[in-house]
């Protein structure tokens, strides 16, 4: 079955050639090399491996960062279109992608010092370390701000001491960005996978996002040099300037979840006949599939005028996380309908249905949740802020 | 250090629904693809040039809108990109079409071309072989392997009791049957570089036409599949793969 995007506005035309060329470049591949293996790495919960070697080999990593690092300093529309082919693909597969580029590679390039930028940016780009991002703590989530995790001072070097939880890439990543107080304000440092009193320990038994590692990071005075701290940002603006990023690219990529629950969808209803005729001629299907195709559409245009926002620089993060909520949420709404048009065979791994589903639970989660997002947009509108009850 | 051309062509998406409107094919809004077989010539050029050196220049004929192949052609990594056009030139015929080609090839002084065996549109397989006839060189067609010497290649064609192994000295055309080798993909670097590349446009003198078209028709409709279900009809269907389907 030939994948045929749905484009009703005729978004393509919208782009350049070279972002559409970067786009065929990971939709071929996503066909060729994850949809027919994905379900397996999912049955083993893990990453294969090499994917992570052919994102780097493609240039899809840190792709928005100057080339001077050894990147391909292309549009915030292209990553956005390279995010939906790699969900449309799994969500495990793009979160592989957003963590490196956006959470691990961005901070470094727009925070670090050019010491920092030239030795570590290049070898990420090219897939050969992976980066990580720890904020999340087991008891700080939507509330980053009152993390545990802390630095202190030695002289000649710091010692990293507390707890990450549910990070992206922790196991397997030779580099990981963690964000801890230093003297009560909050401070990027780089941690090497081999630096005394670091761990990182996968975390099991997931029902979603099985194909991507999830771990925890274990800091018993960890020591680091002085050279890793991140120089140049203090507070949550540091981790928040990367979660937009990523947040941005997540609101392209719940477009190709979408996109393959809807194809799986529409195919399935064409094909399925049911009281003697496809199920595809009853009127309920019908406004299903068209309230899908409404929601995809919408959210197309949402992720584009972001996209393009992004690129002039013109944005604001209350616009990221209308993207973020409604593309995902969409997203996780279509999943829904779709399984129910597969009936009984939408339950299966046939189908790449009850994946996207599953995956794109953890996705309204992190990344901020649906709600906390939200609370942003509440705070735009208001001007009053309802995350605590400090008001 | 051999000059290398390849020559690729823009055709409609293998899986395009081609329609008919009025009496001429409707390619308005098809999606546009580089022949499937050139895409197997290209590697092959690749893979001369990263075995003998020299320098690799992809060809097309066609208007501007045939850019992209040339562009998807750099974004792989070929050194030049050229298009042989005339703003005075609408749907040319064969002839026409190798003698612009020969044209662009002997500007550029190329020592060995690839191409397609056949393009994914019309099907002809007459531009490998129609090149290498007004160039006066060999002409190798539909080959499935390839080794490169030092002063010509050896290839493997295939025959009807087999293959045969067979060596071309070089200037030589040769065309690219798919599957003997991985047409690499491009990267983010190779796009960005295709986009900043130039396509080079070269004119010709071309003879003039002595065919026309006439009209278009769709291929007559498929009939119907049958279908057969339970134990009892495996001799029908038998029957009627051995007599009317003629496959076993
Ligand atoms: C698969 C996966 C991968 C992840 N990868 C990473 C990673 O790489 N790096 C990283 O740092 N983190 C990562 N996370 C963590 C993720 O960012 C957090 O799960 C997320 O921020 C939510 O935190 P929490 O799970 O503690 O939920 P909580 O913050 O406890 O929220 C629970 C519920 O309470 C609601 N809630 C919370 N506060 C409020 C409020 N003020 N008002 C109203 N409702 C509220 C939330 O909306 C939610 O519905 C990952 C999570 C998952 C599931």
């Not at chain 1, 956006?102 to 030795?119: D, N, T, Y």
């Not at chain 1, 010692?159 to 107080?181: E, P, Q, R």
């Amino acid at each position: 079955m030939v994948y045929e995007a749905l484009d009703f506005y005729d978004i393509e035309s919208e782009c350049t050639e070279e972002e559409i060329m970067v786009r065929d470049m990971v939709r071929d591949w996503v066909d060729e090399e994850v949809i027919p293996n994905i379900e397996a790495a999912c049955r083993e919960g893990r990453f294969p491996e090499e994917w992570g070697k052919a994102l780097g080999e493609m240039g899809v990593l840190g792709m928005t960062i100057d080339e001077k690092y050894g990147c391909a300093g292309m549009s915030y529309v292209a990553y956005g279109l390279v995010c939906q082919e790699l969900e449309r693909g799994d969500s495990g597969l793009r979160s592989f992608a957003s963590v490196q580029g956006s959470l691990a590679m961005f901070p470094i390039s727009a925070f670090g010092s050019e010491e920092q930028k030239m030795h570590y940016l290049p070898k990420m780009a090219s897939g050969e370390w992976i980066g990580c991002f720890g904020l999340t703590e087991p008891d700080y989530g939507s509330n980053p701000g009152d993390m545990i995790t802390k630095a202190s001072d030695q002289g000649d070097h710091y010692l990293l001491n507390g707890a990450k939880m549910w990070i992206t890439n922790g196991t397997v990543a030779d580099v990981a960005v963690v964000w801890a107080k230093l003297d009560g304000v909050i401070r990027g440092f780089i941690v090497e996978k081999n630096d005394p009193g670091f761990s990182a320990p996968e975390m099991t038994g997931k029902h979603s996002l099985k194909a991507s590692v999830t771990s925890e990071l274990v800091f018993q005075d960890c020591k680091i040099p002085k050279d890793r701290m991140l120089p140049s940002v203090k507070g949550l603006k540091g981790p928040f300037s990367c979660l937009n990023n990523a947040r941005f690219g997540i609101s392209w990529g719940a477009i190709g979840s979408a996109q393959a629950c809807f194809h799986s969808a529409k195919e399935y209803a064409l094909s399925r006949i049911q009281f003697d005729h496809p199920i595809a001629s009853y009127q309920l299907v019908q406004n299903k599939l068209s309230w899908m195709l409404r929601e995809i559409t919408k959210g197309q245009l949402l992720a584009l005028n972001l996209g393009r926002k992004k690129d002039a620089g013109t944005w604001i993060p209350e616009q990221i996380s209308l993207a973020k909520m409604n593309n995902v949420d969409m997203a996780l709404e279509i999943a829904r309908m779709a399984r129910d048009i597969h009936g009984a065979n939408g339950i299966l791994d046939e189908y790449p249905i009850m994946r996207h589903m599953a995956n794109l639970e953890s996705v309204k989660t992190y990344e901020g949740t649906h709600d906390i997002h939200n609370l942003i947009i509440g705070r735009w509108i208001t001007g009053i802020q309802s995350f605590t009850r400090t008001l | 250090m051999p000059e290398i051309a390849v020559l690729v062509k823009r055709v409609p998406d293998t899986n395009a629904k081609i329609a008919i409107s009025g009496d001429r094919v409707d390619l308005s809004s098809v999606k546009w693809v580089m022949s499937p077989y050139d895409e197997f010539a290209l590697e092959a050029a690749m893979m001369h040039k990263e075995s003998n050196g020299g320098t690799v220049t992809a060809i097309t004929l066609g208007t501007p809108d045939c850019d992209k192949v040339l562009k998807d052609a750099k974004a792989i990594g070929v050194d030049r990109i050229v298009r042989v056009w005339d703003d005075s030139w609408s749907d040319l015929d064969s002839n026409q079409v190798q003698s612009a080609l020969v044209s662009a090839l002997k500007e550029l002084s190329t020592e060995v071309v690839y191409c397609g065996k056949s393009a994914a549109d019309t099907g002809a397989s007459s531009t490998g072989p129609g090149v290498a006839e007004r160039m006066g060189w060999a002409s190798v067609s539909n080959i499935i392997g390839i080794e490169f010497e030092d002063a010509g290649v050896e290839v493997l064609i295939p025959r009807n009791i087999g293959n045969a192994r067979t060596g071309v000295s070089l200037p030589a055309v040769i065309s690219c049957d798919k599957g003997f080798c991985k047409p690499r993909k491009p990267n983010v670097k190779g796009i960005m570089m295709a986009k900043r590349a130039q396509v080079e446009v070269l004119g010709a003198d071309i003879p003039t036409s002595s065919i026309n078209i006439v009209s278009h028709t769709p291929p007559p409709q498929k009939a119907s599949g049958q279908k057969f279900e339970g134990a009892g009809n495996v001799p029908t269907v038998v029957a009627a793969l051995r007599n009317d389907a003629n496959v076993i």
